[in-house]
């Protein structure tokens, strides 16, 4: 079975920065494109950022410039580097194996607040 592991959420100030480790198992992870989704209150889920088995990597406006997804294939860990966090960056961040059913983590809660 799936199973998709997330953490290094937590509190942070305005510009400051957090790292989120997503450890995967139950997949060929190297063969899997992994992506990071995030969830305001009251909004919609929406993809962050997303890596392809390659290392092709994609984001939405919002974090280009900050934020930069990498995997280690060797430890089967996806990760988020998120720098000059904003509040409007506070939502739980999901970890999701592309194009698989039931393949998300349980989230970890990133709060953006002086």
């Known amino acids: 079975q799936v199973q998709l592991a997330e953490s290094g959420g937590g509190l942070v100030q305005p510009g400051g920065s957090l790292r989120l480790s997503c450890a995967a198992s139950g997949i060929i992870f190297s063969r899997r494109a992994m992506a990071w989704y995030r969830q305001a209150p009251g909004k919609q889920r929406e993809l962050v950022a997303h890596i392809s088995r390659e290392g092709s990597t994609i984001y939405v406006d919002s974090v280009k410039g900050r934020f930069t997804i990498s995997r280690d294939n060797a430890e089967n860990t996806v990760y988020l580097q998120m720098n000059s966090l904003k509040p409007e960056d506070t939502a739980v961040y999901y970890c999701?194996?592309?194009?698989?059913?039931?393949?998300w983590g349980q989230g970890t809660q990133v709060t953006v607040s002086s």
């Open positions: 999701h194996a592309e194009y698989l059913p039931n393949a």
